[in-house]
């Protein structure tokens, strides 16, 4: 069977964001599955010397006009947060512990997370946001907040982290095919032609 793609992201990011509405359905056209990783892109920030889009002159103003541009072309419901970049360390910490706990909820809870922060402006840096997010799908509120605590799910972000800096990359979305790498929202159409004809 065939590996699943992996899908490296920080929930700060709109890119990610618009690419996590595409990333599923390109992948099962070509019989493929998803292996959601969130990780902590301000880890990568540091070691690379780079900042959010926004922060950059010039470029700043432009990301943003894109991100709309993006969402709009992808029918994907976004309005810029009042507050940007923001801390997901809590989102991310969920995200592993309900994969161990509740899988089938997590891909529910990613989507949610970021639609929460991009699509309705809450505040996802607070654990209690994140927490109310969890038992909207009908997860117990006081056993996430104690899991997202827990030594081995915090260890395990940074593992991913650790991870995916190894592995190179930089930015989110962050997408392996079969360990061929591609950076960005918009090389979702050279994911999808590389699936179908097997590279190049």
Known sequence: MAKPLEFYFD???????????RI?????????TVDWKP???????????????????LKGDYSKHDFLRSARLHGVPFRFPSKFPLGTIAAARGHYWLGESKPAVVHD????VYGAYFAEDRDISDS?????????????RA???????LP???????EVTDEAIARGVFGSPFIFIDGEPFWGNDRLDMVDQWLATGGW
């Open 109 to 112: 809870f990613d989507r949610a």
């Open 143 to 149: 056993a996430f907040m104690a899991g997202i605590e």
């Open 39 to 57: 990780y902590m892109l301000g880890a990568v920030f540091k070691i690379a010397g780079t900042q959010p889009l926004v922060s950059y002159p």
């Open 128 to 140: 209690g946001i994140v927490a109310d997010i969890a038992a909207s799908l009908g997860v117990d």
């Open 11 to 21: 929930y700060s990011s709109p890119y990610g964001y618009v690419a996590s509405h």
């Open 24 to 32: 599923d359905a390109i992948a099962a056209k070509h019989g493929r």
């Open 152 to 158: 081995a799910t915090k260890a395990k972000v940074k």
